[in-house]
């Protein structure tokens, strides 16, 4: 092929490109000064290392590094059950560059009163899934009935971990305490990481926690799963029977997600959205989601929002149920 012709295939081709990209950049990012992201985010988990936020984030950090050309960075800051993240990234500029990884606890805050969750835009869903009941080698039970009739037997001689106020870990202990008209004592922790290290020492006899957090000391051995918390069966755990079989009004999830400060712009949003969603929908984070009996919430902005104030409502009508019963 000659020279020039070589030469003008090339410039032709360069330039449809180069018009592809800027019709791409200005329909993602009209109303944005800069495209995005031109510099590292950061990624905001409210509790301590070693929790299902955090391993459900880097999954998703780690292929959004790989597709838009940043770092996503995590930030652990934990304290105050998640309260703590979420004023700090409620009141930092809404320019997409500090990220909120959101959880039950979120939910739960918004359903009692008006929270910085007011002050946040929901992004996408992460995943939803079932919480496990957890228990300590060291303590002479094997089943869901033989806990509770253990913990009846012995009131106010259980300590049971929670992941800060607030959390689900610890509305799921409280509901199941009601619930089975149990005393026992609950330790706070800034979030499950800490908890699960001393349920494996045997410093505490139980808790609740998701899958996620707990799946390497259950292979291992080190703590006992007993039952799950969803009203069915849960797929990655059949052998587990759901708490709602000895405590039938019992029924608990787990719910994942990611917000932004009011004012970030739509088409930062969106564009998060998107590729959080093709992030889920990747066959290896599939996998890794079903390993751990996590359900992808996937969906646009509208659909999230709308499964997220849901979710607000749920948690509205139980909260009241568990405090007017303690």
Known sequence: MPKDTMTRRALLHC???????????TTAFAGVDAPY?????????????????GRLSLLICDRLTRRLGQPFVLDHRPGAGGATATKSVAS?????????????ANVITASTDRSPDADLIPVAGMARMPLLLLVS????????PEFLAYAK????????????????Q???????????GLTWSTVHYRGSGPALTDLASGHIHAMFDNAASAVDLLRSGKVRALAVTT??????????????????????????????????PKAIVELLNREINAALADPDISRQFAEVGATPLI???????ATYRAEIMHWRKLVPQVSAKN
């Open 170 to 180: 610890l509305l799921s202990a409280e509901l199941f305490r009601t619930l089975g």
């Open 231 to 264: 009203r069915e069966h849960a797929a990655a755990f059949p052998d587990l029977p759901p708490v709602a079989d000895v405590l039938p009004a019992f029924e608990t999830s787990g719910f994942y997600g990611v917000a932004v400060p009011h004012g970030t």
């Open 92 to 104: 930092t500029a809404p320019d997409g560059y500090t990220i909120l990884a959101t959880s039950t």
């Open 299 to 305: 969906g646009d902005v509208g659909v999230y929002t």
């Open 137 to 144: 080698r060291q303590l002479p039970v094997k089943t869901l």
């Open 15 to 25: 330039a449809v490109w180069s018009s592809v990209a800027a019709m791409t950049s």
């Open 37 to 53: 992201p031109a510099q590292p985010v950061t990624w905001v988990i409210p509790f301590a290392p070693g929790g299902a936020t």
């Open 153 to 168: 037997a012995n009131p106010g001689k259980l300590s049971v971990g929670s992941a800060g106020p607030g959390t689900v």
